[in-house]
């Protein structure tokens, strides 16, 4: 079995976008809520019979790891983290998106927002959480009940955080800034109260490990230095073998 120049060329295009995705993975190491890409390749799936003199074809697609990150006590009551399975929903200005992200902040219209300014959104809509500018009179409890107290507040009920799952996470799109939308396909379902697992003063980290990135950026450099020495190498037989004909010629 031979390769040409544009075969190894394509495997080569694969490790190039590897290399982009785990330097993305190794940027966001410290960004709460933040889940890693990784590319998944199957080589020669186009071939029914081994011994056929057939050049193996890449399939490679790129798949988001939605394991649990590590969870940081910070002790500011706004910052929450879901244990377990679930995604905060908060309304962007193209629609609902989806996010692991709980660093959430209160606007000067007493709007409960991302880090982005997006509204999070409760299970009855925007939350307005009005008398308090500050995370000192919220609390937020494992079920996602936001109460008030102080400034007039006595444990104030003002609204209940909605936690969505999906049956088919796979099917989300990643989105700006960290984001997640789904187009209809991967299964939302509204989380009961007594099912999520919210846990006040915590932020759910980045999954991606800094050091196992590096090291698989390392591999993927060393990797891709071998295949553009393979296509040097090609390209110089290709070179004396048209030079040899010319010379018979």
């Known amino acids: ?7 190894i060329a394509g495997v080569a295009s694969v490790k190039v976008n590897q290399l982009d995705l785990v330097s993305n993975n190794i940027a966001n190491a410290g ?5 890693t890409e990784h590319i998944k390749a199957s080589v020669g799936g186009n071939i029914s019979d081994p011994t056929d003199d057939q050049t193996p074809q890449i399939a490679a697609s790129v798949y988001v790891d939605f394991s649990q990150g590590v969870m940081e006590k910070t002790g500011n ?16 200005p193209i629609g609902p998106a989806y996010t692991r992200a709980g660093n959430f902040t209160i606007g ?8 982005l300014g ?8 925007k939350i307005t959480i009005a008398g308090d500018d500050t995370a000192t009179g919220v609390q937020i409890a494992k079920s996602g009940m936001i109460k008030v107290y102080g400034n007039e507040a006595d444990g104030v009920e003002v609204a209940t955080l909605k936690v969505v799952t999906f049956a088919d996470p796979d099917k989300l799109k990643r989105s700006a800034n960290g984001l ?18 919210i846990q006040s003063g915590f932020l759910e980290m980045s999954n991606a490990s800094a050091a196992k990135e590096m ?4 591999d993927v450099q060393r990797t891709f230095e071998l295949y553009q020495k393979a296509i040097h190498t090609i390209s110089e037989q290709d070179r004396l073998a048209v030079s040899r004909v010319g010379r018979l010629a």
Request: charged share 25%.
């Open 77 to 92: 009551n706004l910052d929450v983290a879901l244990q377990g399975e679930g995604f905060f929903e908060v309304e962007t």
């Open 1 to 7: 079995m031979s390769y040409t120049i544009n075969d």
């Open 180 to 197: 997640f939308v789904d187009a209809g396909q991967a299964g939302r379902k509204v989380m009961d109260p007594e099912q999520k697992n």
């Open 118 to 125: 997006n509204a999070v959104m409760g299970e009855s809509g």
């Open 215 to 218: 090291i698989q950026m390392i």
């Open 108 to 115: 000067p219209d007493g709007i409960l927002m991302d880090r």
């Open 31 to 35: 960004t709460p809520g933040y889940k």
